[in-house]
Each structure stands twice: as structure tokens, then as C-alpha cells.
């Protein structure tokens, strides 16, 4: 299978291309998604499944510059899945957590693919709406949902992701508030592209897959865990979401259920375990 994967240099995208055995990358500025002109490459390249992982992904940003958030997280995979249906080419396209929103019982209960979607903020919107035109445009298509992405990618990059931006934080010696009432699962995006390469091997019916890291922790126990493994003394102040103030609402807890990937022997490792290996790998990067 030739697999083009759009959004190659991002995190997901430069870890899929390190697992896939026949990989195209597809990025700016050589390739820019908004641009259909340029989705010729995509036939005369013979590929036979496209992961669509370009996105607008800065959440609170997102609720001011809604133009630039739909135009990637909804109409471009609308347009791809279509492009991939016409052209019989499977279509993966990655959404996410916060398609939800408030959990419905007390105590909450891990999100399944069937539970019912409330996104709070734009990007969860644009999201949720990309996913609806996917599944209606293209046959072959699967939506990924998953959570709290962090990769090698996003060392060098000045927006990264929460794990850099925590040790960034530890370099300048201040006290590091983090909010311990939002409740995830944090995933490596090694482990996902390991789990989506075995998706594209098996191919189990097209739809909605879920899929995280193992289990869940608060972003304070994820921010004390990676504190402790990288052996760095931080003053680390539990905070909440309401002092925290960001421009976006966010879902008090948003754990995904692995259960119908796991069904097809497809299972990511714990959180604490992935985030171990990164830690480790990192060094190496
Ligand atoms: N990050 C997270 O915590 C989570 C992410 N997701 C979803 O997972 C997917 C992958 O996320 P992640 O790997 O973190 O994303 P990244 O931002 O790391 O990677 C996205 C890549 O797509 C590129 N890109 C942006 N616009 C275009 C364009 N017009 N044409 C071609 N390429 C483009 C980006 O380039 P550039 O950087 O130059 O703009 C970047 O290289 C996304 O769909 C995201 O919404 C889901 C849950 C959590
Ligand atoms: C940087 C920082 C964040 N936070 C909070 C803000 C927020 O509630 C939570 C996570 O913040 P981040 O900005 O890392 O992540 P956020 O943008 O909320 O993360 C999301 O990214 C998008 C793309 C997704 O799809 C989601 O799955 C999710 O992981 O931590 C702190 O409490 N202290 C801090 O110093």
C-alpha cells in the first residue's frame, strides 16, 4: 500500500513516515492542501491511502481566526474525502477529544464512538464538522480521534506541544501553574502512527476509531510525571481551569473508550509508559 501522508513535517505526520513502509510526504511548501491544483500529485502517484494530518490545532487562537480554522479542519478534508471517493483512494483524516464536551453521568464514563458529541470551543466545531462531510463524502474513509498529541517534531518548533513547552517552562526556574481539573489521556504520536499503520494493515470496517494512549491522568499529573521522569525540580502549582482563563472552553474530562480498536488487536500503551519513551528517545532526537 502507498500511503501519502499530508502535514509530513508536523508530529504525527514525520512519525508516520519513520513507520510506514511506503510513504509520500505531502507538506508545505511543496505541497499545501488548501491548494486543490496541486492534489494531481496524489493520482499520479499512485497512492492508494491518504492520511490527512494538516490542521488549524491552536485552540484558543482558533476562537478569533474561525476563517483559517474551518478552512483546515473542515472544508479541506470535506474536499479530500471527496477527491479520495471519486478517486477510490482510502481516506484517514485525525480529529479529536474535544469533539466533546461535558460528560453526561456522574462519575463520567470514557467517551465511546457512539456517544454523542458537544464540542465547546471553535476548533472542536470545525473538527466535529470535518468529520460529519468525511464520513459522508468518501465510502472508504476512517476518522481517528485522539488526544493530547506531543512528538519529536515539536522540539525545534516554536509551537509545541505540552510536553516541550513543560520543559521549556522548567529551564527558566519560575513556578509553573498547571490545571488539574481537566482530565486526558496524553499520546505520544509515535505509538499512534504505530497504531495507525496497523489500522491501514488490517483495514476493519471504515468508520470512527478511537485512539489514545492507555488510561488518563489531570495535565498537573501529566506535568508532575514528566517533571519527575526527566529528573527536573520545579515549584509545580496545581491550578484550575476556571483561574487559568484561556479563550477557549474546554471539557472537564474527555477519556476516549480504545474499546472498538482494541477489538481488532489494535491498543497504544499506557500514558506513562509512552511518555517514559519519549523521554528516553528524546535525548537521541
Ligand atoms: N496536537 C494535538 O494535541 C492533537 C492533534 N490532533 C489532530 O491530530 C492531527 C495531527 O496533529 P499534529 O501532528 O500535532 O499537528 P502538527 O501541527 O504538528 O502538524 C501538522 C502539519 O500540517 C502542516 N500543514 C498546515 N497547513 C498545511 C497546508 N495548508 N498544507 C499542507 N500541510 C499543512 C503543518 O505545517 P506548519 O506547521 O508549517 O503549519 C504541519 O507540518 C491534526 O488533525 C490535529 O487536529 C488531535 C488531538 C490532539
Ligand atoms: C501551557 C499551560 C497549559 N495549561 C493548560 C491549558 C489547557 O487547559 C491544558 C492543555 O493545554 P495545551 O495548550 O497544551 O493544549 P490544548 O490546546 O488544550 O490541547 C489540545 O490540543 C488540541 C489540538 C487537541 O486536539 C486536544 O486533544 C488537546 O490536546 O493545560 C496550564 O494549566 N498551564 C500551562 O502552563
Known sequence: ?????????????SD?????????PLDKPEFDVLIPSSWPEITARGID???????????????????????????SPARLANFCDINKIIF???????VFGFPPTVPPLPFSEESETNPLSVYGVSKRAGEILTLNRCKQSYVIRTCGLY????????RSSFVETMLRLAQKGNPISVVSDQIVSPTPTYD????????????????????????????????????DLAGLSVILKSTTMSAFNSKA????????????????????PPWEVGLAAYLTNRKME
Open 1 to 13: 500500500m502507498k500511503v501519502g501522508v499530508i502535514g509530513s513535517r508536523g508530529q504525527l505526520g
Open 92 to 98: 484517514i483524516t485525525i480529529s479529536t477529544d474535544y
Open 16 to 24: 508516520l513516515l519513520k513507520i510506514l513502509a511506503d510513504s509520500i
Open 192 to 227: 499512534l502512527a504505530l497504531a495507525i499503520n496497523k489500522l491501514i494493515e488490517q483495514l476493519p470496517p471504515f468508520g470512527v476509531y478511537h485512539l489514545t494512549a492507555d488510561g488518563f491522568c489531570s495535565w498537573y499529573d501529566f506535568a508532575k510525571k514528566i517533571f
Open 151 to 158: 512528538g519529536y517534531a515539536s522540539i525545534a518548533r516554536p
Open 249 to 268: 472552553r474546554r471539557s472537564p474530562y474527555t477519556v476516549l473508550s480504545n474499546e472498538k480498536a482494541r477489538r481488532y488487536g489494535i491498543q497504544l
Open 49 to 75: 491511502v491518504l492520511i490527512n494530518t494538516s490542521a488549524y490545532n491552536e485552540v484558543d487562537q482558533a476562537e478569533i481566526d474561525m476563517d483559517s480554522c474551518f478552512n483546515l479542519n473542515t472544508f
